[in-house]
């Protein structure tokens, strides 16, 4: 009865590393094969969507302590904040011209279009994503690139090898991004550095940074279409 209880242990063992070891050959483990730029490109929308939930949370705590004030102190008047709130919203979604001090980035050829043997087209829409992102994760408080203002549903898209921002083709080179910071000189030395500069030369193109005290961002002047969103009636 022991051998018995022996053998049929030792059987079981036997069938169940058999059992992992067929599961294994038919089920190889999968590989990440993304390049380092993909990596680096995923790596840097992860940490500036991290930063947008740390800035939202902090507005939101911000105007939750006006709301308290309002309502406890009745020398300020809630409908103020409201009016003030809505204005400050206007700013962040890019309804507004503004200007400051500020980074301006400009975009050229890396070639000559003699030596390179054809006209330069504009970047493609994903050195373009990569530069936002690194200037957002870098401390770029609003962008325009061309006469676009670039906001929170803004895409960039290829149309027959031509890059598109806001449904509009963007203008021939030299192409200017402009870039309102408080931490201007700090945008400014990390950019110089910063692998956007590789990612627009494997393309073709070259990058320049200048530091000015007066930069202008035109507003966006489209119509914003609102989603998920319907309007309650009174009643």
């Not at 993304?34 to 949370?57: A, G, K, S, Y």
């Not at 330069?120 to 994760?137: A, G, S, W, Y």
């Not at 870039?179 to 990390?190: C, F, G, P, Y």
């Amino acid at each position: 009865m022991n051998k018995n209880w022996i053998f049929t242990v030792a059987t079981f063992t036997i069938g169940f590393m058999l059992a992992i070891q067929f599961q294994t050959t038919q089920e190889p483990v999968v590989r990440d094969t993304r390049d380092i730029r993909e990596l680096r490109r995923d790596l840097l929308t992860e940490q500036e969507r991290r930063q947008e939930l740390n800035t939202e949370v902090e507005k939101v705590q911000a105007l939750l302590v006006q709301y308290e004030s309002a309502v406890d102190n009745r020398e300020h008047d809630i409908i103020d904040v409201l009016l003030q709130q809505v204005e400050v919203l206007q700013i962040e979604a890019g309804l507004t011209e503004m200007s400051g001090e500020g980074l301006i980035i400009k975009i050229e050829a890396l070639y000559n279009d003699q030596f390179y043997g054809q006209a330069r087209r504009t970047p493609p829409p994903d050195v373009f994503r990569f530069l936002v992102n690194e200037l957002n994760i870098y401390g770029a408080q609003e962008i325009s690139v061309g006469n676009e203002r670039i906001i929170t549903n803004s895409a960039f898209r290829s149309v027959n090898g031509v890059t598109y921002l806001n449904n509009r083709r963007l203008p021939p080179l030299p192409i200017e991004v402009r870039i309102l910071s408080d931490k201007v000189e700090k945008l400014h030395n990390q950019m110089v550095v910063s692998a956007s500069v590789e990612e627009f030369e494997i393309e073709g193109f070259s990058l320049s940074f200048e530091i000015v005290d007066a930069v202008e961002l035109p507003a966006y002047d489209e119509t914003r279409r609102v989603r998920y969103m319907e309007e309650v009636k009174e009643g």
